[in-house]
């Protein structure tokens, strides 16, 4: 085995237009069940396959992009084991070297992070159980601005369904965008969304999480450079109240 | 594929811009001629494609639970409900082409649609309500016997069980099959599917558990057939080793029977099913030289082709009928059948295309330049 430290991936050799058609036909390696999935590969340190007590996923970043949130939970959550989904080729194999690279330079840490690449709007099922998620966070997603896209936008009516099963009664979802309108379409679709209710202001103050989520994105250090605004949002997954 | 269900003695078959209706008991038969668009005023753009459209083909039909309604969806976006004396009851329009349609037991009507939406409209109402989505196209849409449970499956392998009407609560995914699934069956708390894989899968659909599986691919000996439709889909870039199923017909006559045509396959395969052990026989393969348009199957088995094709249930096996009236059917009735593009199932399949092998290649070379 090599003992040679890997460094850092540099971005410029990963940079990539920011949208890409969740609704097209990809190439995709995804499990036909969750329990199909070998986690091991992602997680070498803390899954072994055959083992009964493995850890499950916990947090999953949804488009991650870069990765920044991710790795700053990691040493928050050292026990939890986090995946960060990004669809764009580029991306996601900057994540997995900046977490490859991580690793080695820091042979305690980072044994929890992982990134693939997929389609979330289409899999989600495919890799998690109904109820593993206790955290999702969709970090400024693509605001497909054009009312005909709207569609594609990660968080509308029919796939906050989804979410809400991968997702277990009291999980958090973190929602934040610089873009107004964006903002407000969240907002309005997940509190409309019966299985999810809005955590308060003062609520927020406790989670540590919530503090993270402005500045250690790479989308987030880009719009505080620009001053640009930053809208939070925050639900809660709540049992059916028709049920 | 030619549409054919079947309620008590009545039977529909859709033929052209027309359903005919027809009954082997009484030897009777009518034909329902699709109306013409209504047209709101106020065209929205899906409306303005209707007036261009000429192509009126039916895309789904449907009995009522009570039996006494007929719906019909077609390739030009129009819906239209008629009771068994041929009346009216609603005529409209959909935003975009159905691919099933479906009776709940209060007769309101479930519409799934190529773009992976499923609409309820309720008959005293005007606008229809959106109780889930895929996204891809919905190729079949069930209720469980309680109405509790709507099942719903798409082109990209998977079988979605939601609550009804609250389908915003998902009860459980059955995830197994390796491609598009083409047919859902309910029976009793048992879930019956069909797929482009060519295999037939048992679900409990409460918890996604898959009960047992039949591999349909097993029964055809000549092996010509998946040579040539692997050939002619490897043109496509699409890797293929079965033969997909493109229809199901389930009936429970003290033994389950399972009926299964085959993608360029003549004739159809017969199973039955121990629904106790999930173990399933084959029985026989019928009219394997016969190409089949339709076909559907209870108590009798009447199979659509360029004639009619009758068998009865006679204790444990389907024995061939005939009747003045079933060969006077096929003469009037069998040329104008309309026969739905079955190569359209050819572009359920997804396209090969990988973006991340070039890339690789390209990191590969700048990592060694360094």
Redesign the interface.
């Given at each position: 085995m090599s003992s040679e430290v890997v460094s850092l991936p540099q971005k410029r050799?990963y940079r990539q237009r920011a949208h890409s058609n969740?609704?097209?036909?990809?190439?995709f390696d995804y499990p036909?069940?969750p329990s199909d999935m070998n986690w091991e590969k992602y997680y070498p340190e803390k899954v072994k396959l055959g083992s009964k007590n493995n850890p499950e996923v916990q947090f999953a970043d949804i488009g991650c992009g870069y990765g920044g949130l991710l790795i700053t939970l990691a040493t928050m959550f050292p026990e939890t084991l986090m995946i960060g989904m990004e669809i764009r080729?580029?991306v996601s194999?900057y994540v997995m070297d900046r977490i490859a690279a991580l690793r080695s330079q820091n042979p305690n840490d980072y044994q929890n992070v992982a990134c693939l690449?997929t389609n979330a709007?289409?899999y989600l099922?495919?890799y998690f159980k109904?109820g593993q998620l206790t955290k999702m966070f969709f970090l400024y997603p693509d605001p497909h601005f054009k009312k005909a896209k709207h569609k594609w936008r990660i968080i509308?009516?029919?796939?906050?369904?989804?979410y809400?099963?991968v997702m277990s009664v009291g999980g958090i979802i973190y929602t934040v965008t610089d873009v107004k309108d964006l903002h407000e379409w969240m907002v309005q679709h997940i509190t409309e969304?019966?299985?999810f209710k809005r955590v308060g202001e003062d609520e927020l103050v406790q989670d540590p999480v919530v503090s993270k989520l402005f500045s250690s994105s790479e989308e987030g250090q880009k719009v505080t450079r620009n001053n640009g605004d930053k809208f939070l949002a925050v639900f809660r997954r709540i049992s059916?109240p028709?049920? | 594929m030619v549409l054919l269900k079947k309620v008590n003695n009545d039977y529909v078959a859709a033929s052209k811009e027309s359903v005919v209706l027809f009954d082997l008991e009484t030897e009777t038969d009518s034909i329902f001629k699709i109306p013409e668009p209504i047209l709101p005023e106020n065209l929205t753009k899906g409306q303005m494609d209707v007036l261009k459209k000429e192509d009126r083909t039916i895309t789904s039909l449907t009995f009522s639970k009570c039996e006494e309604y007929i719906a019909v969806t077609t390739e030009n976006k129009q819906v239209v409900v008629f009771d068994k004396s041929l009346n009216v009851i609603k005529n409209f329009i959909v935003n975009r082409v159905a691919s099933k349609i479906l009776f709940t037991a209060a007769n309101d009507v479930l519409i799934a649609d190529k773009t992976g939406?499923v609409y309820l409209y309720k008959l005293k109402e005007d606008e229809p309500v959106?109780i889930?989505?895929?996204?891809?196209v919905i190729l079949d849409v069930v209720l469980s016997n309680c109405e509790k449970y709507i099942i719903t499956c798409d082109r990209?392998?998977?079988i979605r069980v939601?609550?009804f009407p609250?389908?915003?609560?998902?009860l459980?995914?059955c995830?197994?099959h390796?491609e598009f699934v083409t047919s859902l069956k309910i029976l009793g708390n048992t879930l019956i599917s069909a797929s482009g894989d060519g295999t037939v899968r048992f679900w409990n659909y409460l918890n996604g558990t898959q009960l047992g599986l039949i591999d349909s691919n097993c029964n055809i000996k000549d092996t010509t057939f998946i040579e040539a439709f692997s050939k002619e889909m490897d043109e496509e870039k699409v890797d293929v080793t079965s033969l997909p199923i493109t229809d199901m017909q389930v009936f429970n006559g003290g033994n389950v029977f399972i009926a299964l045509s085959l993608y360029s396959v003549n004739g159809i395969l017969l199973y039955t099913t121990n629904i106790k052990t999930f173990e399933s026989t084959f029985v026989s393969h019928i009219l394997p030289d016969v190409n089949v348009y339709g076909f559907c199957l209870d108590s009798k088995l009447l199979i659509l082709s360029k004639t009619l094709y009758c068998y009865v249930l006679n204790g444990d096996s389907y024995n061939k009928f005939s009747s003045d009236f079933v060969k006077g059917f096929a003469i009037k009735h069998c040329s104008n059948l309309c026969l739905n593009n079955c190569s359209s199932i050819t572009g359920l399949y997804?396209?090969?295309?990988?973006?991340?092998q070039e890339?690789l290649e390209r990191?590969k070379q700048?990592l060694g330049l360094k």
């Open positions: 050799y969740p609704i097209a036909d990809h190439c036909l069940t080729v580029k194999d690449r709007m289409k099922p495919n109904k509308n009516q029919c796939l906050l369904a989804e809400a099963y969304h019966p299985l059916d028709y049920e | 939406d959106l889930l989505g895929h996204l891809s990209d392998e998977k939601s609550m609250n389908a915003y609560n998902i459980s995914f995830l197994g390796k997804k396209r090969k295309f990988d973006n991340v890339y990191k700048r």
